[in-house]
């Protein structure tokens, strides 16, 4: 008997330190996260960032571009989903295809059944993340005095162009992610170039729809779902 109580209290110590550290280690709730406002944020932005890394085949570069009733309202597809040749991914003084250009992807949209004023997104796939930030960097142009940051940074760097050259209410919009580039024309209606929120919508949705393919995951992102996320 005499060696019970020593034994019984060295257990009983032993079991108050294990749970002790059960909950300093036990995660934070989850409930919690999410009623913050930063954590929603934060969230965003990550889900945002998560570069596109594979080799995606040219199937799932296709099905990333949007279809009908997937840009803007007003805005339909105009013929199929085209094949992109490299030469396309540059900029229009040359007639080859960047460094390290694997392959691409493109479609074309009228507005309201007229192809005055249009739409284009266009996919460009690299063979390596410094490879695609070269193209980024040539595709967009160097009129940096037009050059305007989107309302939320998407993917790893974009930036919009306001009526480049010599055009007239038109938004040029650039992003890259990873290995991939993508550009998107939006020529007219925005406001002499002003109003980029479509241009950026469509952006943020179609990278999106990258990263939902590449996670072989179902493609369900919309430009209208963003933009009408933005403007929340």
């Known amino acids: 008997m005499p060696r019970t109580r020593p034994l019984l209290a060295s257990a009983l110590i032993a079991m108050a330190t294990l749970t002790a550290c059960s909950d300093d280690q036990r995660p934070a709730s989850s409930g919690a996260a999410s009623d913050s406002p930063k954590g929603d944020k934060a969230a965003a932005a990550s889900d945002t960032a998560k570069p596109i890394t594979k080799n995606l085949p040219q199937a799932a570069i296709t099905q990333a571009l949007l279809n009908d009733g997937e840009l803007l309202p007003g805005y339909e597809l105009l013929d199929d989903k085209s094949v992109t040749k490299g030469e396309y991914c540059n900029t229009t003084d040359t007639d080859q295809a960047p460094t390290g250009w694997v392959r691409g992807g493109d479609a074309d949209y009228t507005y309201d059944g007229s192809t005055r004023n249009m739409a284009s997104v266009r996919i460009c796939l690299y063979d390596s993340a410094e490879n695609a930030q070269a193209a980024y960097a040539a595709w967009k142009g160097t009129e940096s005095d037009k050059e305007q940051k989107p309302s939320a940074q998407i993917g790893d760097e974009s930036v919009l162009v306001l009526n480049p050259g010599f055009s007239e209410d038109n938004v040029n919009g650039y992003a890259r992610s990873g290995k991939a580039v993508i550009r998107v024309r939006m020529d007219g209606h925005t406001v002499d170039g002003t109003d980029t929120t479509g241009a950026e919508a469509t952006l943020s949705a179609t990278l ?24 929340q």
């Not at 493609?219 to 209208?224: D, R, S, W």
């Open 208 to 231: 999106k729809r990258l990263q939902q393919v590449q996670a072989g995951e179902p493609v369900t992102v919309t430009a209208v779902d963003e933009q009408r996320a933005a403007a």
